[in-house]
């Protein structure tokens, strides 16, 4: 691929495999990969939070200290380094106060009182890391509403003539459903004029709302799927914000995002018992035995195994998970997994299901990045029930590793995971439209039934093995939108 030289530097409040709580981790740091090896220069801007340099000694400080104002208090900071290649360099915000901290947002249910300082503070340093470093990035790429405001101040400080030749800006919205909204006291911490807040800026309903800040003032939108970014500007997804979004409709692109195969792959991966391929299935057998012992399920590789891997919210329809499973499990064979944690009730709902019936279906509380590969591989089926999902990434693993999706026809779920009504010949799993306890439960009869015809079942799965949604593709869209927004379309 022709490439243009480019300096790309992206922002994020997580990054794998230093920090994640979410899809948003795995997808900035893929996206980062790819680019820098299909040519680009490629700098992250991340935080520096607990534990992360003393796991990874290979950071080190990039004798670069600073001093930042947020409202009327300067305060410092410093970049660590870690060069990942020759054109990958992750550049660490070190600021005890802001991310020495148990959490990365909050602790137990309880955001941190002060993320608008942190995130604005993070947003202030990879403007400076853009501003100052010797080869200066011609994009800047935010991630997320932790770093909203950063098109609004690129775009300030090109306007007012103190950064003229300021990057242009690129905004990816991993989730529309979190968009950082604070009272309107914290403006303070951005140290732009009063002037600038208004409804065509960071003002949400007497509130100041991070990500609005980007809609309005990023050079380009982009969000995490195709389906999702026709989504966002309805009413039903759009979160309060499809208005601008159907103003900026043009400059808004899905991208899916796409997986990183050396991570996971099924082959060579030392989180997993047994290897297996889509030519050499017979270790996925033995990884499902594995993990019923692991789990405490009645160890048979005949029974269709069903598993989850989710935040526990609202978002994931995870209460459908419940609904139905209390409906199917007296009367039918099937055994069901869940890794995941959030919402306390839910997380109660589940291991009270898991003590109804034992070796039938197991639940571990807690984020557990080996167990998650270990399960992937376990499972026959893979529940996602979502009722909205910008892209997801677990029914991508899950069709690499023969565990046949089943998913809400939303967002990303819709553009990867194919239903045999629209495609008999590529089906690799199945679709279903409301987002009911009902419609999961005849969904799930479906898989059943599949799982009861040899020749389906094989068919799905190795549909599922052999698609493609790596990073390469995908990340070659992004080099194309860069290029748009450098050089027009
Ligand atoms: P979201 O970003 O909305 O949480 P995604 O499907 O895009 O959902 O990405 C979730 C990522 O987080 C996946 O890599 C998934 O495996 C991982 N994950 C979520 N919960 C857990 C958990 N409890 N343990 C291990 N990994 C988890």
């Not at 019923?292 to 048979?300: K, N, P, R, S, T």
């Not at 598993?307 to 419940?322: A, Y």
């Not at 690499?400 to 009504?421: H, K, N, Q």
């Not at 629209?422 to 039934?449: C, M, Q, S, Y």
Request: with cysteine; net charge negative.
């Amino acid at each position: 691929m022709n490439l243009p030289p480019m300096h790309v530097l992206l922002a994020a409040s997580e990054l794998h495999p230093f920090s994640k709580t979410g899809g948003l981790a795995d997808a900035v740091a893929a996206l980062g990969q790819a680019a820098a090896q299909a040519g680009c220069r490629v700098t992250i801007v991340t935080p520096l939070y607990r534990g992360i340099a003393a796991k990874h000694p290979g950071i080190r400080r990039a004798g670069w200290k600073f001093d930042l104002p947020l409202g009327k208090d300067l305060v410092s900071g410093e970049f660590w380094q870690l060069d990942l290649s020759p054109g990958l360099s992750i550049w660490f915000v070190d600021q005890p106060a802001f991310f020495d901290r148990p959490g990365l947002y909050n602790e137990g249910q309880r955001d941190y009182a002060d993320n608008a300082q942190r995130f604005l503070f993070l947003t202030k340093a990879a403007m400076l890391a853009a501003r100052y470093h010797p080869e200066p990035p011609s994009i800047i790429h935010g991630h997320d509403w932790q770093v909203g405001l950063l098109p609004l101040l690129v775009h300030f400080a090109r306007v007012t003539g103190s950064w003229p030749d300021a990057p242009r800006t690129v905004f990816t919205i991993h989730n529309l459903a979190y968009q950082g909204v604070f009272p309107v006291e914290a403006w303070q911490y951005t140290n732009l004029p009063w002037s600038w807040f208004h409804l065509e800026s960071a003002a949400h309903y007497g509130q100041l709302n991070f990500l609005k800040g980007a809609l309005y003032l990023a050079d380009a939108l982009t969000t995490v799927s195709p389906r999702y970014a026709v989504e966002i500007c309805t009413t039903e997804y759009g979160c309060g914000l499809e208005g601008i979004l159907r103003r900026r409709e043009h400059d808004l692109t899905g991208i899916l995002n796409g997986v990183d195969y050396q991570e996971w792959n099924t082959q060579a991966n030392p989180a997993l018992p047994f290897a297996y391929d889509a030519q050499h299935p017979a270790g996925k057998a033995a990884n499902k035995e594995a993990l019923q012992a692991e789990m405490g399920l009645a160890v048979d590789a005949s029974v269709p195994l069903f598993g989850n891997i989710s935040r526990l919210t609202d978002q994931k329809g995870c209460d459908l998970i419940l609904a139905a499973l209390e409906r199917l499990m007296p009367e039918t064979r099937l055994q069901f997994v869940l890794l995941g944690s959030g919402d306390p009730e839910l997380q109660e709902a589940f291991q009270a299901l898991a003590a109804e019936y034992p070796g039938k279906v197991a639940v571990r509380i807690g984020f557990h990045a080996r167990l998650a590969h270990r399960i992937e591989a376990a499972c026959d089926f893979y529940l996602m029930p979502s009722r909205f999902e910008p892209c997801g990434l677990n029914q991508m693993y899950s069709l690499r590793y023969g565990a046949i999706p089943i998913v809400r026809c939303t967002g990303g779920l819709a553009d990867s995971v194919t239903d045999p009504r629209d495609d008999p010949d590529r089906a690799n799993g199945i679709h279903f439209h409301e987002p009911t306890a009902e419609a999961l439960v005849w969904a799930i009869r479906k898989a059943l039934a599949v799982h009861e015809d040899p020749e389906a079942f094989r068919h799905f799965r190795l549909n599922g093995m052999t698609a493609d949604f790596s990073w390469e593709k995908q990340a070659a869209e992004y080099l194309r939108l860069y290029g748009d927004v450098l050089h027009g379309p």
